[in-house]
């Protein structure tokens, strides 16, 4: 038995794979907890994990000044440099917050992107292992191009120069936090070397699937593609009687949700989903997500939270903002998607689901119309070809088991004499912060 710390900071897709990876942990016999945003504990606890609470309100900063300007960045290099001021003014707050988790106890730290460096530096103060569990290919690649730079290549060579002036970015984002934390913690001063900072040779598993982004092939050896984390669905979870009505009252709607992006215009975006849906001519479900958004009428409902693995399979189409965790659900369910991208990652994943041939062209958020979108969804649900290719991913997905890999690695570790193992717990001897 090990005991787990999981750390993720983010919206509810930065959490919500993370709920599934720990329930799966736990079942296998080890302890198990979840640090993140408060706004996330009752999501969490529902499962039976350990949560620990880490501080920022991610749908507060998504609302702030900052947040609305980074949605509305021109170019990659303002979207960098606009979510690094953003950054750089929440990560010593977070940075002390992932401490406290930690001084809470832990055998092994299980890390996201965004709080990975935080963690290697606890890691090494306190002599525990902190392996890196990724939603994101951050790893420079010649293979495609960094995240942020909205899906387009600029072929072998120059994707790996494009990493390299990232790396300059991620320097500047986590440094003066993490810098302070190494001084508080005695440890020597040290320069950021690799993506977001961390050193070479580290262990990172990405809960993403190969079939989706194979795994490069001149990645280190340490960092491996393990296949997807699906959430857990809530005990007890029951579905609204008007939606399962609605579902009953005519062929299959299309889905329209943008979850966690916060719109500076709810009301304008909302009516331009509903004539977009209306133009196309197919019944919609507007998820209300972190915006609000809404939609009324006999072909058209609105729902609040409802689990992804339970309602895309009964739609036609999923029109979403290409987040990683919308994007796998939506390729589990093996129904085409309407990428409409906003910032970071989500025009990466966008890509992909058009290279893999599930969905039409990425259509960009901050020029889109309805009349764009309408096309858009009446090729996804009308092209037999694209419906095809989705159910065979989907086939494919369905025996893939990307928890096993994260278990082999706990396993491995429970075994060395700097862990205990399964007859014994505690981590006497570790250095104290």
Request: proline residues 9%.
């Amino acid at each position: 038995m090990v005991r787990v710390l999981i750390v993720t900071a983010g919206s509810w897709g930065d959490v919500a794979p993370y709920t599934g990876l720990g329930v799966r942990l736990r079942a296998a016999g080890h302890e198990v907890a979840l640090a993140t945003h408060g706004c996330f504990r009752d999501a969490v606890s529902a499962h039976g994990l350990e949560f620990r609470c880490l501080p920022v309100d991610p749908r507060q900063e998504l609302a702030s000044a900052a947040g609305q300007g980074l949605a509305r960045a021109v170019s990659p290099t303002v979207a960098m440099a606009r979510l690094t001021r953003m950054a750089r003014a929440f990560m010593p707050r977070l940075a002390a917050g992932v401490a406290d988790a930690v001084r809470q106890g832990a055998d092994v730290l299980l890390s996201s992107t965004i709080t990975d460096p935080v963690c290697a530096t606890l890691g090494e103060a306190l002599r525990l292992p902190a392996i890196g569990v990724y939603l994101q290919p951050i790893q420079p690649t010649a293979a495609f191009p960094p995240l942020v730079t909205r899906g387009r290549s600029w072929g072998p060579v120059g994707n790996r120069l494009a990493a390299r002036a990232l790396w300059a970015g991620t320097e500047r984002l986590f440094a003066p936090a993490v810098g302070q934390l190494r001084r508080d913690l005695r440890l020597p001063p040290r320069r950021f070397g690799g993506p977001l900072g961390l050193r070479h040779g580290r262990t990172v598993l990405h809960g993403f699937s190969p079939r989706i982004v194979p795994r490069p092939t001149d990645w280190p050896e340490g960092h491996q593609v393990c296949g997807y984390w699906w959430p857990a669905t809530r005990p007890g979870w029951q579905p609204d009687p008007r939606l399962l009505d609605f579902l009953a009252a005519g062929p299959p709607p299309v889905f329209v949700g943008f979850g966690s992006f916060v719109a500076a215009d709810a009301d304008r975006l909302s009516s331009l989903l509903t004539a977009s849906l209306r133009r196309a001519k197919v019944r919609g479900i507007i998820q209300s997500g972190w915006s609000g958004l809404h939609g009324e009428g006999d072909d058209v409902i609105t729902v609040s939270e409802v689990p992804h693995a339970w309602l895309f399979p009964k739609t036609a189409a999923v029109v979403h903002h290409a987040g990683a965790g919308t994007t796998a659900a939506g390729l589990r369910a093996g129904i085409p998607a309407v990428a409409v991208p906003v910032q970071l990652d989500q025009h990466f994943w966008a890509a992909r689901l058009h290279a893999l041939g599930v969905s039409p062209p990425p259509l960009r958020y901050q020029r889109l119309t309805a009349q764009q979108l309408a096309h858009a969804i009446v090729s996804a649900t009308r092209d037999p070809a694209m419906r095809t290719r989705s159910r065979d991913l989907a086939a494919g997905l369905a025996v893939e088991d990307g928890a096993q890999p994260v278990l082999t690695a706990l396993e491995r570790l429970a075994w060395r004499p700097s862990l205990p193992g399964p007859a014994s717990s505690g981590a006497a001897g570790r250095r104290r912060v």
